[in-house]
């Protein structure tokens, strides 16, 4: 399909756009400049991620996922769990990256798996993929070397099935196809037109052509665009990473990478999903405003939070792992004892002691699995 820009229908959205416009600019400074800036960028990991998932039809609780992000899962993950730390990862990834690397050929390749990754590749673009140490310790994980294993072991067996399956056919072969991806290997969808190069090609297109709009017009658009092409089926949810990657390739929020789920999830569904551009153009434009809106009641929220725990560990000594502490509260949602003791090189009791120094809220009231929190 063709998606066509009709300027002539923009003239309305002028009034979301600049309300949309010095809402992210007021967010960019503050996070640049807060002293909590860092741990809001890493906090917004976990609600951008719930709120891909959300905006999906999918119900992911953010301490189910800051839990399984830990390897400290108290339960089996489930389908969508696994899904939303996998928009934590991405998200993770990009954020590690070159501002424009995301949008690039190259990043669209490494984060579709798709031919892309070859295709215009300049001869120093490897050097704007983020390094394998930022990209969330994956090769540290407990289970790697046995998940490794157990993949090898997969590899094999469909190989060996392959190899008789092709033998007991006895049909002649058919006439080579152009190599494209097959992003469904089991059959599931059966729809053998699905070219999801193609789209996105298509939807590369339109970054060009938005270059001249404002940032937060041409990422609407952009986000529209993806909506309406839907490039991949499993992955649809890259859109709204991908729009935030253009936000911060075009210096409207550089300071982090732009949570822009966490406002979409405000905006109902009729207004996401309408048939008229504009409307659906004035929706994602709201959405960025009230993603803004929500940052900066949460800054404010965890620079209160600083200033209180400071008063209570100020005079202690300076090898004190209180400020440790304080900082790792600040990034995650939510903490339990044994997250602390990893973190820090305790033990549980000692992680219990420390918490109770800083004074921060408990937030689940019960015996066993203790969690406390920034509210």
């Keep these: 399909m063709r998606y066509d820009i009709d300027a002539t229908t923009l003239q309305t959205l002028l009034p979301t756009i600049a309300g949309a416009e010095d809402a992210l600019a007021r967010l960019d400074e503050r ?62 990834r990009i954020e590690t990256a070159d501002p424009g690397w995301a949008l690039s050929p190259a990043g669209l390749g490494a984060l579709t798996a798709s031919m892309l990754e070859g295709e215009e590749r300049a001869p120093g673009a490897e050097t704007n993929a983020p390094s394998r140490e930022a990209d969330d310790e994956d090769d540290q994980a407990p289970l790697a070397a046995e998940i490794a294993e157990l993949d090898a072991l997969l590899a094999r067996s469909q190989r060996l099935l392959d190899r008789h399956v092709g033998k007991a ?26 070219n999801e190069e193609e789209r996105i090609q298509e939807w590369r297109g339109l970054i060009p052509l938005v270059e001249e709009l404002p940032p937060t017009l041409a990422t609407a658009i952009l986000f529209d665009a993806w909506e309406r092409i839907e490039p991949l089926r499993r992955q649809h949810w890259l859109g709204g990473l991908l729009i935030a990657s253009s936000l911060r390739a075009r210096g409207k929020v550089a300071s982090h990478l732009f949570s822009f789920h966490t406002g979409l999830k405000q905006i109902r569904h009729e207004r996401r ?33 600083r200033t209180q725990m400071e008063l209570r560990f100020r005079g202690r000594r300076s090898n004190s792992s209180l400020p440790q502490l304080a900082d790792f509260i600040l990034s995650r949602p939510m903490v339990s004892a044994a997250m602390v003791a990893r973190e820090l090189g305790v033990t549980q009791r000692g992680a219990l002691n420390l918490i109770n120094e800083v004074g921060i809220r408990e937030i689940t009231g019960r015996g066993r699995y203790r969690a406390w929190g920034i509210i």
């Excluded at 996922?65 to 993770?92: G, K, Q, W, Y």
């Design 31 to 92: 996070v640049a400049r807060s002293p909590v800036g860092q741990g809001f960028a890493a906090r917004s990991h976990f609600f951008d991620a719930v709120g891909a998932l959300w905006v999906a039809g999918e119900l992911v609780h953010v301490e189910d996922l800051v839990l399984h992000d830990a390897h400290m899962d108290s339960r089996a993950p489930s389908h969508e769990l696994t899904i939303a730390h996998s928009v934590l990862r991405t998200r993770r």
């Design 273 to 305: 999903r309408a048939r008229n551009r504009v409307t659906r153009l004035q929706a994602f434009l709201d959405a960025m405003r009230e993603s803004a809106v929500i940052g900066l009641k949460e800054i404010d929220r965890l620079s209160l939070a």
């Design 169 to 194: 056919i006895t049909e002649p072969p058919t006439e080579a196809v152009p190599s494209q991806r097959n992003d469904d290997p089991f059959g599931l969808f059966g729809d053998d037109e699905w």
